[in-house]
Nanobody
Framework: QVEFAESGGGLVQPGGSLRLSCAASGGTINRRPMGWFRQVPGKEREFVAAIRWNDGRTYYSDSVKGRFTISRDNGKNTVYLQMNVLRPEDTAVYYC???????????????????WGQGTQVTVSS
């Protein structure tokens, strides 16, 4: 059982930056693909970014590409999401998630992830 402690969310003005952290415990994420999703009330959870476990290759939704960066530090058992040039439409609860151990593929859908963090609120507003 892998559990996550998410941190870094908060209130930021448009154009600002935040870095989200997702620290895992109870198990290693070294061999798991990791992802970030976000969700607003009344909508399905939306894919934001993912990173492979074997080579660190990253993937992004079109809406965040060029502004967000996902990274991982396996020594700290932690995944990060650096968010720059934030927009009001980025406002959401952000969730980190771990995919199946040793899976080489990329996971874009929520049902493909095995463990989830509890979420952290990001609000972009002036």
């Amino acid at each position: 059982q892998v559990e996550f402690a998410e941190s870094g969310g908060g209130l930021v003005q448009p154009g600002g930056s935040l870095r989200l952290s997702c620290a895992a415990s109870g198990g290693t994420i070294n061999r798991r693909p990791m992802g970030w999703f976000r969700q607003v009330p009344g909508k399905e959870r939306e894919f934001v970014a993912a990173i492979r476990w074997n080579d660190g290759r990253t993937y992004y939704s079109d809406s965040v590409k060029g502004r967000f960066t996902i990274s991982r530090d396996n020594g700290k058992n932690t995944v990060y999401l650096q968010m720059n040039v934030l927009r009001p439409e980025d406002t959401a609860v952000y969730y980190c998630a771990a995919g199946k151990s040793s899976y080489y593929g990329i996971n874009y859908n929520t049902h493909e992830y095995e463990y989830w963090g509890q979420g952290t609120q990001v609000t972009v507003s002036s």
